[in-house]
T-cell receptor, first 117, second 115 residues
Framework: SAVISQKPSRDICQRGTSLTIQCQVD?????MFWYRQQPGQSLTLIAT?????????ESGFVIDKFPISRPNLTFSTLTVSNMSPEDSSIYLC??????????????FGPGTRLTVL | AQKVTQAQTEISVVEKEDVTLDCVYE???????LFWYKQPPSGELVFLIR??????QNEISGRYSWNFQKSTSSFNFTITASQVVDSAVYFC????????????FGQGTRLTINP
């Protein structure tokens, strides 16, 4: 499996500010995804982070609110923009296709626990 | 559209009891993957198993076993001789084989094992 790290692990932010979350993998991966887990809820896919191109967003999520970057095969960032208390969630990155193989086994980072006041 | 239903919101059992977590799914795809993940109180998501839709054999891994029945679109998870460390939220998930392989998660079942 891959070693996945996320920064920050948790943060408390003020309404109206933005936070960028980093996801770093110790090996090259084909796919990277960003999920949101609202308090007491299941995980919902925000977007697929595409290397070298714009992310693919799921219904209900837009680039202006959740801009995503993926400059290479081991790193991605998710920004939560103009935050409101409703954005308080755990944000998780996941990866698939470790070193080009092992399709359809997704591994998750430890998550970033965000609280917006 | 794909959908995963975990009807049991919470389960509480006494240690050493066996417990089964139910998962029912919907998909129009003929090929797909099914997953189970464990989320302990610390919050990280731990991969437990992946099952290809072509493989209906049941699987056993230590105290864990999985029963995949395509005829009823179910992929149930059983923990035998449960332990306190098994306490967690368990998620069942589904992904397509082609395309982006994004995961569709069920709502999760919170399992509490009491000593």
């Amino acid at each position: 499996s891959a070693v996945i790290s996320q920064k920050p692990s948790r943060d408390i932010c003020q309404r109206g500010t933005s936070l960028t979350i980093q996801c770093q993998v110790d090996s090259q991966v084909t796919m990277m995804f960003w999920y949101r887990q609202q308090p007491g809820q299941s995980l919902t896919l925000i977007a697929t982070a595409n290397q070298g191109s714009e992310a693919t967003y799921e219904s209900g999520f837009v680039i202006d609110k959740f801009p995503i970057s993926r400059p290479n095969l081991t790193f991605s960032t998710l920004t939560v923009s103009n935050m409101s208390p409703e954005d308080s969630s755990i944000y998780l990155c996941s990866v698939e296709g470790l070193n080009g193989v092992e399709w359809n086994e997704q591994f998750f980072g430890p998550g970033t626990r965000l609280t917006v006041l | 559209a794909q959908k995963v239903t975990q009807a049991q919101t919470e389960i509480s059992v006494v240690e050493k009891e066996d417990v089964t977590l139910d998962c029912v799914y919907e998909t129009r795809d003929t090929t797909y993957y099914l997953f189970w993940y464990k989320q302990p109180p610390s919050g990280e998501l731990v991969f437990l198993i992946r099952r290809n839709s072509f493989d209906e054999q049941n699987e056993i891994s230590g105290r864990y076993s999985w029963n995949f029945q395509k005829s009823t679109s179910s992929f149930n998870f059983t923990i035998t001789a449960s332990q306190v460390v098994d306490s967690a939220v368990y998620f069942c998930a589904l992904s397509e084989v082609q395309g982006a392989q994004k995961l569709v998660f069920g709502q999760g079942t919170r399992l509490t094992i009491n000593p």
